[in-house]
């Protein structure tokens, strides 16, 4: 008596994959965050409240136009732009003052790869050390390293220039800069959890939730 042959099929093995910058909670490495869309300011200024108190620190909102309060909702905190512009001031008076002390009333000789030397002459009868002429160039080079800082400093703090942006790039996004006012959750977010953050973000009642990819 011969007993039948069972044929056995062994499964194969699974390989793993392996996946770089993998969202834990989407399975993929294309989503860069989620976006809800409002109709008013009202609307995204009450949104911004309710996500700021959920914790999340990776978020902005996006509007077509300047909405008041907007950045108190959001705990923006005060930039140290003001700060870099000042000191940008002070280093511009303090050059000017020097400068014209240096060549209008001492007889100095500084060595910077060729002899520099004062002018070791009062220039239009006026005294060595004469304030009220020095204010024009002190003024003037106040003013030039003050708004020097003040464009360098914006660009630096800001990350700019900025050629591209995942919100710049959706295509559902083209009415942020007419009517539409966006808030946009980044999935970088420690708290980020795409489930949760979506049940959050219909909590708010918006137009419509977007995806961005990155």
């Known amino acids: 008596m011969t007993t039948p042959m069972v044929e056995t099929q062994t499964k ?9 910058d993998m969202n834990p ?24 409240k309710k996500v700021r108190a959920a914790g999340f620190r990776w978020w902005d909102c996006h509007t077509p136009f300047p909405v008041h309060g907007l950045d108190f909702a959001m705990g923006v905190k005060y930039t140290i732009l003001p ?14 003052l ?10 100095l000789n500084i060595w910077a790869i060729v002899p520099v030397v004062g002018y070791q002459f009062e220039v239009s009868g006026k005294p060595l050390l004469s304030l009220p002429a020095f204010i024009p160039v002190i003024f003037e080079l ?17 990350k700019l220039p900025c050629f591209y942006h995942p919100v710049l790039k959706s295509t559902e996004m083209k009415r942020l800069t007419d009517d539409r006012f966006y ?5 970088r977010d420690p708290k980020f959890v795409k489930p949760r953050t979506e049940e959050l973000l219909e909590s708010l009642k918006p137009d419509k939730i977007i995806e961005l990819e990155a």
């Open 12 to 20: 194969p093995k699974t390989s793993k994959m392996i996946v770089e």
């Open 25 to 48: 909670d989407t399975g993929t490495s294309k989503l860069w965050g989620l976006a809800a869309e409002f109709s008013t300011p009202a609307e995204i200024m009450e949104a911004a």
């Open 83 to 96: 700060i870099l512009v000042f000191f940008g001031g002070i280093t511009g008076a303090s050059i000017g």
């Open 98 to 107: 020097i400068l014209q002390v240096f060549t209008n009333s001492l007889e």
């Open 142 to 158: 106040t003013m030039l390293l003050s708004a020097g800082t003040t464009v360098m400093g914006m660009f630096l703090l800001n």
């Open 183 to 187: 808030l946009v959750i980044e999935s």
